[in-house]
Structures are given as C-alpha cells and as structure tokens.
C-alpha cells in the first residue's frame, strides 16, 4: 500500500511541475532518492508520465494522466464553460456537435448535442478514436508541440477507412493547413458518408484540452458549407478557451 501511495505523490508531483527532475521531486517530497526513481520507472512503464522532449531525465504526465484527471474535474468544467456555447453552435448549424477530449493517441466523446434532422450522426459518450482519422482529433494534434507530432506520425497512422491519411507527409501538411486556418476537416476518414469539421480548444497559456466539431451526413455538409462552419466551429473553441480561464458556474 506505501508503494501505491508514495506513486501517487510522485504522480502529483510531477503534475504540479511539470517538466519535473529526478531530484527536485526528491526534495519536494522528501523520499529517498531510489524510491522516487522506483516511482517514476513504474510510472513510466505504466503510460502516466513521459520524457519531457529532449529532455529525458525529466518528466510530464501523459495523456493518461489528462484524462483521468479531467475526468474528474476539468471535464466537468470543459463542459460548464461549452455546453452553452455548443448549443448555440448546434443552432446555428442544425447538425450534431461533439466535445472531446485527448488521451494519448485518442480522442473520447465526452459530450454530444443532436441534429433535430433524422439523417444524422450518432456515437456513443465514451467513443475512442485515434486522432488522425477525425477532425476533433487532427485539431488536436496539430497543437501538439512536434516532438509528439513526429512519435505520433511513426507509430500510430492505421486505416480506419479508405478514406483515413496514412502517409505522414500527406498528414503533416494538413496539420499545417489546420493551424493556418483555424480548423480541421475530416472527409468520411472515420466513417463512409459522414463529414465532420472540429477545432481545439486551447485555454491561454496550455495546450489543447479538449476539441469540438460539427458533424453531420456528407449530402447536407458539402464543401461549399467548409469554410462558413469552419470559421463558427474555430469562434466557439476559442470562445470556450477563453471561458476556460475565467471562474465555471457549476453544472445543475
């Protein structure tokens, strides 16, 4: 039970200060030098925390680590700060909205707001999905720093449809239009007949924390509709990362 205990404080600890050292963690927690190194080993090997870039003797949580957390908490307030501000984007557009969230190589639907129309989108709250085959997930990734862009290209780019970008070329200059424009779009990559166009959502000063998209049936989200949902879908992510930065109302 210690053991578990003294992970858990080494977990925090590196949370807290993030990127975090074998011996600034050792002093802040006043453990034994071997026993943190324990931790951060079992850690390490159990997907909680990373190397910090180049930086290998130093340590940040991983996606893991995000979504149980937020989980728990910054879900919850990713949510109190969106939910008015995808309802207002699900009128506006009349299709179905997604929020998400990053863990790892995924993304996972925390939130869904219906299209009224019969032919829709649906998904179930708690669907995974690797972030280069969905436009929540290429938002995402296009905020990524590009060290983890790079170990994302080279391990993780399967088909999900004919239609998914396998070739890390092809992706990254995507990625590139996706930070020029303000939005990802995804063209039946997740799923045949279904278009969807999402952007990040990233508080000031942090990474992407989350994403949303607009999905919706091919036949009734065309290209010439791209740019006009692009530009409300990219305006409430950041409306909402603005939000995010400000105190959260409780959610009823």
Not at 2 to 14: C, F, H, I, W
Not at 57 to 80: E, H, M, Y
Not at 155 to 161: G, I, P
Not at 206 to 229: D, I, M
Request: aromatic share 4%.
């Amino acid at each position: 039970m210690q053991s578990v205990k003294n992970a858990l404080r080494v977990l925090e600890a590196v949370a807290e200060n993030q990127p975090a050292g074998l011996s600034d963690l050792t002093q802040r927690l006043g453990l034994p030098k071997t026993t943190v190194q324990r931790c951060l080993t079992t850690l390490h090997e159990a997907g909680w925390i990373k190397p910090a870039g180049h930086e290998l003797r130093r340590w940040t949580i991983t996606g893991r680590a995000f979504s149980v957390g937020s989980q728990a908490a910054n879900d919850r307030d990713l949510r109190s700060v969106a939910l008015p501000l995808l309802s207002e984007l699900q009128a506006a557009t009349g299709e179905t909205v997604h929020l998400m969230v990053p863990d790892g190589n995924e993304v996972v639907l925390i939130e869904r707001l219906d299209s009224a129309h019969q032919l829709r989108t649906f998904y179930s709250l708690g669907l995974r999905s690797p972030l280069h085959a969905t436009s929540n997930g290429k938002a995402v990734l296009a905020a990524m720093p590009d060290d983890d862009v790079a170990d994302y290209l080279a391990k993780y780019l399967s088909r999900v449809t004919d239609r998914t970008i396998v070739d890390p070329d092809a992706l990254l200059a995507q990625l590139a239009t996706i930070r020029g424009q303000g939005y990802a779009v995804n063209e039946e990559e997740h799923q045949p007949g279904i278009v969807a166009i999402g952007a990040a959502i990233c508080p000031p000063g942090a990474g992407a924390v989350g994403s949303l998209s607009v999905s919706a049936p091919k036949v009734r989200l065309t290209r010439n509709r791209y740019a006009t949902v692009g530009r409300q879908v990219r305006d409430t992510a950041f409306r909402i990362s603005q939000g995010l930065s400000s105190p959260v109302a409780p959610l009823p």
